[in-house]
Each structure stands twice: as C-alpha cells, then as structure tokens.
C-alpha cells in the first residue's frame, strides 16, 4: 500500500479484556516497528521485527504485551488483560532497510475504561 | 542510544527561518542523527537524518558541528502547516540488533502568523 496502514483507529475497552491491534506495513519493507506514545509523552519502544530474524522484544512493559509478524508482512500488537496505564496511542512503523527512516502510520488510540 | 535534549517549545514568525537545536553529547561513533515532526493526531514524519555532514532536502536542512554533540534543524521559511512537535533522535543498533531511535518529548514549534 501507499503507507502503513493500523486498526482500528480508535479502541475503547473495558479493564480485564485483551485487545488486538493490527498493522499493515508498506509492501516491501522489511522492518516493522510498534512505539507506544503515551498524553504529552515521547514515543516507548516497544518491539522490532526484521525478516526472519527473532524479533527484538526488549521493550515490551510486561508479559502481558506480545506481537506477531505473519509472512513477513501484517503484524498484530496483542495486550492481555488490560490496565489502565496501557492507555495511550500505538504506532506502528516500518522500514525498508531497517535503518531509522521510518514510515509511521497514523497510530491506535487505546483507551482502557 | 544517545540521550537528546531540546528545548519544550519555539515560536517562529510565518515566512521565517525556523531554527530547532537538539543536544546529543553522548552519541557514539556510528550514530546518526534522526528528526521527525509530529502534527496532532498523525503518525511522526520522517524530515532528514545524517552522520557528520551537513544535509539538505526539499523539507529542511541539518546542521550538525564539528563535534557531533549538537545539531540545528532549518526550516527555511516557516508555514503555518509546520506548526508540530519536532522530535530529535539518535539511532544505532541495539544489543539485540535492532536499529532503535529513541524519542523525546520534542520541541513544540508555532508558526505564528
């Protein structure tokens, strides 16, 4: 596609339930990156994934957060049970060397009620 | 990762030169310099990244010194729809061999008409 492209855009769940947020990155690039961007605050590293490469993970909060990259393409962000604090706006990225030049998409806004 | 400061806010007049500085004292050998900008509500955007020297495109310039422990992003004549939060960064591969930038909290820029 033209762009990286996640949904849904919004997502308003309840405390306690798991969520999935999706990703579709540019075609062709083989670096894909999720930052969580928390009100007023910079972008967290969450997690990297890179061709076949065992994805770098060092960044998830907790065992509750954990992503897939399927075919080397789509990936899904999942958070189990959440919690408040995992309110905020997810943002996926990806890249075509794996260098710093990301294409970021417009980002999930999360909000745990 | 290098650690990077800049300043909370900026106001520039319309059709000015917009001049964003960001401290990176302790970036390595093999770090590039990274800036995006973010407009409410949008994914960040990629604007420039370089090494040592100087770069130039259609969006901006950047000025790195001598020593690497600062750089100068230009917006040469400032519209209103530069109006964002400009983030700064340094990337580098991480233990686990990702290429990770880290964000700030940026530099909120108004362009002021």
């Known amino acids: 596609g033209a762009g990286v492209s996640q949904s849904p855009s919004n997502k308003v769940t309840e405390k306690g339930k798991d969520v999935e947020l999706r990703c579709d990155p540019i075609?062709?690039?083989?670096?894909l990156y999720w930052y969580r961007q928390s009100l007023g605050q910079g972008l967290e590293f969450l997690i990297y994934?890179?061709?076949?490469?065992?994805?770098?993970k060092s960044g998830l909060p907790s065992d509750r957060f954990s992503a897939e990259r399927t075919g080397g393409s789509v990936s899904t962000l999942t958070i189990q049970r959440t919690q408040q604090e995992d309110s905020a706006v997810y943002l996926c990225?990806?890249?075509?060397?794996?260098?710093?030049?990301?294409?970021f998409g417009s980002g999930t806004r999360l909000t745990v009620v | 990762d290098a650690k990077t400061t800049q300043p909370p806010s900026m106001d520039c007049a319309e059709g000015r030169a917009a001049n964003l500085p960001c401290n990176h004292s302790?970036?390595?050998?093999?770090?590039?310099v990274y800036w995006y900008r973010q407009i409410h509500s949008q994914g960040p955007q990629y604007i420039i990244h370089?090494?040592?020297n100087n770069e130039t495109n259609e969006m901006a310039s950047l000025i790195i010194t001598e020593d690497r422990k600062s750089s100068t992003l230009i917006l040469p004549h400032a519209t209103l729809r530069d109006t964002a939060v400009y983030y700064c960064?340094?990337?580098?591969?991480?233990?686990?061999?990702?290429?990770?930038?880290?964000f700030g909290k940026g530099t909120k820029l108004s362009v002021i008409p």
């Open positions: 075609s062709g690039h083989t670096a």
């Open positions: 960064s340094c990337g580098g591969r991480s233990g686990a061999g990702s290429y990770q930038l880290t």
């Open positions: 994934f890179q061709g076949n490469s065992a994805p770098d």
């Open positions: 370089g090494l040592k």
């Open positions: 302790t970036i390595s050998g093999n770090e590039y």
């Open positions: 990225a990806s890249s075509l060397d794996g260098l710093g030049g990301y294409t």
